[in-house]
């Protein structure tokens, strides 16, 4: 055993390649910090779940079509069978299982990685409650009600969709944000040199 490591927790250890993903050293952030970030955490999951099923049962009980911004903006009813855009209609099972899947793909990247950065934090938290209150439609009805219909008059129409879904897009390119600010993707293409002719 080398002197001076065997002392070391396995948070110090592990600690500079974290830094290196998410552009803080894990072991410097105290546990007051953690907790704070924790309860920020499940305060963002808790305002996109809940707004998002409130509305929902709001649109499920009146069916509305209502245009909010004539000829951009419309609030609809639709019950969706696909993923997003509508892809892999009526696939429930193979929907709730990749969802399954994915949520347990974020809560391992926390329990693992736990993102220091509260950008980070917040992103992965947008991310989740999304996958949540989607999941809680599949799992209640076998399909996500949308509402928010985008168009430009006739010419652009974009596929309806629900605060969950603004809360993952929005936490995806927020987490793209916060991994480019760290510098992951230019440590990445460093580490990845181009091959010599």
Partial sequence: MQKGQGNRSPGELGGHKIADFVGEDKSKVSLGGHRAKLRLFLIVVALVVVPDQLSKLW???NSPRIELLPGFLDLIHVENYGSAFGLFANQTFLIIAISIVSLLIILLFLRH??????????????????????????????????????????LFHWPAFNIADAAITVGILTLLFSFYKSGVFRRAYEHNPKPKN
């Fill in 59 to 61: 649109i499920r009980a």
């Fill in 113 to 154: 990685l736990s993102p220091a950065t509260t950008l980070s934090m917040v992103s992965i938290a947008l991310i989740l409650g999304g996958a949540i209150g989607n999941l809680i439609d599949r799992l209640r009805f076998g399909y996500v009600t949308d509402f928010i219909d985008i168009h430009l008059q006739n």
